[in-house]
């Protein structure tokens, strides 16, 4: 399986996963998942479309970025 994005995309995901930059060494150290999920309810009950989403794989519960 392959995955293609554009840099604005990597740009703003790695915004995401990291947006206190390389002075956080943490976040340097973040470990990024991206899957497929399935159109489903977010956590608001608010429609989330089916595609491919981001999260930090230890914390998946901290948001999702996409879909991508």
Not at 13 to 18: G, R, S, Y
């Amino acid at each position: 399986m392959s995955i293609t994005l554009t840099a604005r995309q990597l740009h703003e995901l790695l915004a995401f996963i990291n947006p206190d930059g390389r002075d956080d060494e943490a976040q340097m150290d973040t470990q990024v998942t991206i899957e497929y999920m399935p159109e489903r309810r977010g956590v608001d009950d608010d429609l989330l479309e089916a595609g491919y989403y981001a999260f930090a794989t230890e914390n998946p519960d901290d948001g999702l970025y996409g879909p991508i």
